[in-house]
């Protein structure tokens, strides 16, 4: 079954620009069938939505980071990355990235199916 | 933005029933998804679609949604159902989002 990895630095200077990479196996990020998301959750508190890609490359990003994300597809690498500008402590988190398939109604969308198991950057000088 | 609203916490003892709550404008138009977290772990889809299970999770997780207030209910709660549960929409319009609830821990007195 598919499996996704978060790889990526574990601490980020504040100010600096926070990457990370989740490589996806078994699975096509180009099949055109999935969303392929970045959810945070930062220390004791709840899930966070920071965006999505689909495989054209069209974007959705969260309206309260949107001006600080960027998140972007490799297919010949079957990876999708994150890049998050400007951090500070408040971005301290551990970072999920996860695959939704692409199907909506008119009323809602699917569940998240698979999720990577998540890797803690901190923001620190 | 949608808000979804939860419980911080619900406290139920072996055996009994636990409901845990997800409130929203008009949620009941909505299709609710929830998942349960474990700690250290990423979270695991327990329902979907309001009242739907994967395969795999224990009939005892069901789900209903109507009005206001999504619910997922927990038959016969176990001590391994002790984690924090989050309910979850996802909607495509003119812009796509997804929105999770605060998230509600489930202690097992």
């Known amino acids: 079954q598919v499996q996704l990895q978060e790889s990526g630095p574990g601490l980020v200077k504040p100010s600096e620009t926070l990457s990370l990479t989740c490589t996806v196996s078994d699975d096509s990020i180009s099949s055109g069938s999935y969303y392929w998301d970045w959810i945070r959750q930062a220390p004791g508190k709840g899930l966070e939505w920071i965006g999505a890609?689909?495989?054209?490359?069209?974007?959705y990003y969260n309206p309260s980071l949107k001006t600080r994300v960027t998140i972007s597809v490799d297919t010949s690498k079957n990876q999708f990355s994150l890049r998050l500008t400007s951090v500070s402590a408040v971005d301290t988190a551990v970072y999920f990235c996860?695959?939704?398939?692409?199907?909506?109604?008119?009323?809602?969308?699917?569940?998240?199916?698979?999720w990577g198991q998540g890797t803690l950057v901190a923001v620190s000088s | 933005s949608y808000v979804l609203t939860q419980p911080p916490s619900v406290s139920v003892a072996p055996g009994q029933t636990a409901r845990i709550t997800c409130g929203g404008n008009n949620i009941g138009s909505k299709s609710i998804h929830w998942y349960q977290q474990k700690p250290g772990k990423a979270p695991v889809l327990v329902v979907h679609d309001d009242s739907d299970r994967p395969s795999g999770i224990p009939e005892r997780f069901s789900g209903s949604n109507s009005g206001t207030t999504a619910t997922l209910t927990i038959s016969r709660v176990e001590a391994g159902d002790e984690a924090d549960y989050y309910c979850?929409?996802?909607?495509?319009?003119?812009?796509?989002?997804?929105?999770f609830g605060g998230g509600t821990k489930l202690t097992v007195l």
């Open positions: 979850q929409v996802a909607e495509s319009g003119i812009d796509l989002y997804v929105v």
């Open positions: 890609i689909y495989d054209s490359g069209s974007t």
């Open positions: 996860a695959r939704r398939p692409a199907g909506c109604s008119s009323t809602s969308c699917l569940p998240f199916d698979f």
